[in-house]
């Protein structure tokens, strides 16, 4: 399974420095979801992980669909306040571990 990372020029250089092969740039609203459609599609990948910034940029349908998806699993991160993550946490192992 690979890490797959979709956003912003500067950031797929970090990701790509930080040995993630399979960083795509995307700056429009467009390039973004056709990129975030590749990567669905790619049966190696395990994790795609994206800004949060470029999550709420999303179409609320695609939101949804990433959010239900297992395979791959689909992470925002930032610095803007998110509950994403704790609720696929919460939803798996059937523990809020913030509590």
């Known amino acids: 399974m690979e890490i797959a990372f979709v956003g912003g020029g ?7 420095l930080a040995g993630i092969k399979k960083s795509y740039a995307a700056n429009t609203e467009e390039e973004l979801v056709s990129k975030i ?7 190696n990948v395990g994790i795609l992980v994206l800004k949060q910034s470029d999550w709420n940029r999303l179409p609320k349908r695609l939101q949804e669909q990433l ?6 699993t689909v992470i925002s991160i930032g610095t803007e306040q998110s509950t994403e ?7 798996a192992i059937g523990v809020d571990l913030w509590k």
């Open 85 to 91: 993550m704790r609720e696929k946490i919460k939803r």
């Open 67 to 72: 959010s239900e998806s297992v395979k791959p």
């Open 10 to 16: 500067e950031t797929v250089l970090g990701f790509n």
């Open 37 to 43: 459609n590749d990567v669905m599609a790619d049966s």
